[in-house]
């Protein structure tokens, strides 16, 4: 999977031209990633003249470093974990899986999806693609600069994607010592022996559980006091147990001191004097907006650590024709979110009607209105606020309902476990009248699927009595989101549990 860091030829797909008359478009989108991809799309699509300008590969984060190959390992991951349990059928599988083929069939994955977002893919959609490092140098105008060059690029709107990058920590001796990050964690020629992961946010999660059943030892080190803090502290306790239970170690509230080069990797040090020894360490301690080095300021866009300062529908605050979209305007980073948000930019873009639909559309696609999933085993799935955070803002107009997996009937038959947790602000005078879901929670098997049906009522204005009431197949996973809302109206053996809300429910 090694990425050759030669860029492709300057102006792709494009007789080629080294001159020096600038290059104009009516739209020129930075970065192409899945936000500046989608941006650039619409834009194009609109009848625009789009110039796509992107300094590493097409495609981004979520192709070459981010969702595919962490789900395709995951994958692979859970394929041996589950071969390894039929012990208990009587199949006899032990070993470790040959970290050369894991790594061809992760390399298949991303080349199976590549050709889709390629620069001749790009131009056969009427976008021109730059290879190159832009950066403004006056309003409407862009410096483009690359090996064979430099090309200035100018246009009437412009869309920044430029995505986030790693947020390395201030750690003693880290700068010294080689450490991995999403980045690189795809390209390691041999299995890590003992994998030290930084972080257990959803990178560490995801990664730490992946990289173990692949058989690799792996230790986390977790700064906050559960994994997956953003999560509601029920699903980090059930991640803990099962990482714990596959035999990772997880270290919580751990405060990383130090780190020093040993003989055959590194060591890690914690406040309190445990000291760790790995062989690898993977930094997955968070990702901030890529905001410096783009000459924002020379145009006057305002923006700080949290990324791009935009409206809700992506326009920069104070550079009128500057749209931001994806990971660069911070906020939750997900792919779906960084879709929507090149969405709105795109839009914004086109001119007064495009931005009259990106303002219509904001609302409704805010990506805190959009769920996320932790793609681990089990697998775990939110939306909306958690338990504690309806508390602090409803106070006691919060219900609860806990459904568990047990009275799901399709989980039984396939052996699985997991919950569904409902916020809910309770109806005027306990009727269903004004009864409105606030947030989800799902952990286990088909959590990610689940999550969608169970946040289809509040995303869309739908009465929660209307799922409640929606007749659903049997047997099927789906059965969970009509039973635990149904949990909200009445009280049945196999419905969930309504109960008030807790303020204390973050522990
Ligand atoms: C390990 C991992 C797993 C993940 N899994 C999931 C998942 O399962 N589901 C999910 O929804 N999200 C997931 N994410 C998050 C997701 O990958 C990102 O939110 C998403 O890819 C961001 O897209 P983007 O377009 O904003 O940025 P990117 O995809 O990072 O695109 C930005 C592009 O801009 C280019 N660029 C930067 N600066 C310049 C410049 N000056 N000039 C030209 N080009 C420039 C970069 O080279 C890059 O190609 C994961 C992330 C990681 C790290
Ligand atoms: N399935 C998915 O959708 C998916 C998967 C992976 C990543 N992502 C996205 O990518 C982004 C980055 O993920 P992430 O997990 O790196 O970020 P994160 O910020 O969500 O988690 C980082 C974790 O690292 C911990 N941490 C910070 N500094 C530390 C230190 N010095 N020592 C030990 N621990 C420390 C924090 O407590 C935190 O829980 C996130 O926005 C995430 O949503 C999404």
Redesign the pocket.
């Known amino acids: 999977m090694t990425h050759d860091p030669t860029p492709p030829a300057f102006v792709w797909a494009q007789p080629t031209d080294h001159g020096t008359t600038p290059l104009k478009a009516d739209v020129v989108v930075?970065?192409?990633?899945?936000?500046?991809?989608t941006a650039a799309g619409l834009a194009a699509s609109l009848g625009r003249r789009v110039i796509l300008?992107?300094?590493?590969?097409?495609?981004?984060?979520?192709?070459f470093?981010?969702?595919v190959?962490?789900?395709a390992l995951l994958s692979l991951a859970k394929r041996v974990h589950t071969a390894r349990g039929a012990a208990a059928l009587g199949l006899d599988v032990t070993g470790r899986p040959d970290w050369a083929v894991v790594r061809a069939e992760v390399r298949r994955v991303i080349d199976h999806f590549e050709p889709v977002d390629s620069p001749q893919a790009i131009a056969a959609r009427g976008i021109t693609v730059i290879a190159?490092?832009?950066?403004f140098v006056s309003p409407h105008v862009l410096e483009?600069t690359h090996a064979q060059g430099t090309r200035t690029v100018m246009a009437g709107e412009f869309v920044l994607?430029?995505?986030?990058e790693v947020s390395v920590p201030d750690l003693e001796g880290l700068r010294d010592v080689p450490f991995l990050t999403?980045e690189t964690v795809f390209d390691v020629p041999e299995r890590p022996e003992h994998l030290i992961v930084l972080g257990g946010g959803?990178?560490g999660g995801?990664?730490s559980q992946a990289m173990a059943r692949l058989g690799s030892r792996v230790t986390v080190v977790q700064a906050a006091e559960r994994l997956i803090p953003k999560d509601e502290p029920e699903a980090s306790r059930a991640l803990l147990t099962a990482l714990r239970a596959e035999g990772l170690t997880v270290h919580l509230g751990a405060q990383a001191t130090r780190v020093e080069p040993t003989e055959v990797g590194v060591r890690l040090h914690l406040q309190g004097g445990v000291a760790v020894d790995g062989t690898h360490l993977l930094v997955a301690t968070g990702?901030r907006p890529?905001v410096h080095?783009?000459g924002l300021d020379v145009i006057g866009a305002a923006y700080n650590d949290q990324g791009l300062t935009v409206t809700p529908s992506m326009q920069s605050i104070t550079c009128p024709y500057l749209w931001g979209?994806?990971?660069?305007v911070g906020g939750p980073?997900?792919?779906?979110?960084?879709t929507e948000r090149?969405t709105l930019a795109g839009l914004g873009s086109v001119g007064w009607l495009g931005r009259a639909a990106a303002r219509l559309r904001a609302p409704a696609g805010r990506v805190a209105l959009i769920p996320?999933?932790t793609?681990t085993d089990p697998e775990i799935a939110h939306w909306g606020l958690t338990e504690a955070q309806a508390v602090a803002r409803y106070g006691d107009r919060v219900t609860v309902v806990d459904y568990d997996f047990l009275h799901l009937d399709r989980a039984v038959t396939e052996g699985e476990s997991g919950f569904v947790k409902l916020v809910a602000l309770r109806g005027m005078l306990g009727s269903p009248v004004g009864l409105r879901v606030v947030g989800a929670q799902v952990v286990g098997s088909r959590a990610g699927e689940l999550i969608q049906g169970l946040s289809v009522s509040p995303r869309l204005g739908v009465h929660p009595l209307r799922v409640a009431l929606l007749p659903v197949s049997y047997p099927t996973f789906a059965e969970a989101t009509r039973q635990t809302y149904l949990g909200l109206f009445t009280e049945g053996e196999h419905f969930g549990k309504a109960r008030p809300g807790r303020a204390d429910a973050s522990v």
């Open positions: 930075i970065g192409a990633g899945s936000a500046g991809l300008v992107e300094r590493d590969r097409t495609g981004g984060e979520c192709l470093t981010g969702c190959p962490s789900k190159g490092e832009a950066a483009v994607a430029t995505g986030s999403h959803p990178i995801e990664l990702k890529r080095g783009l979209a994806g990971d660069v980073m997900f792919t779906h979110g960084a090149g996320w999933v793609y």
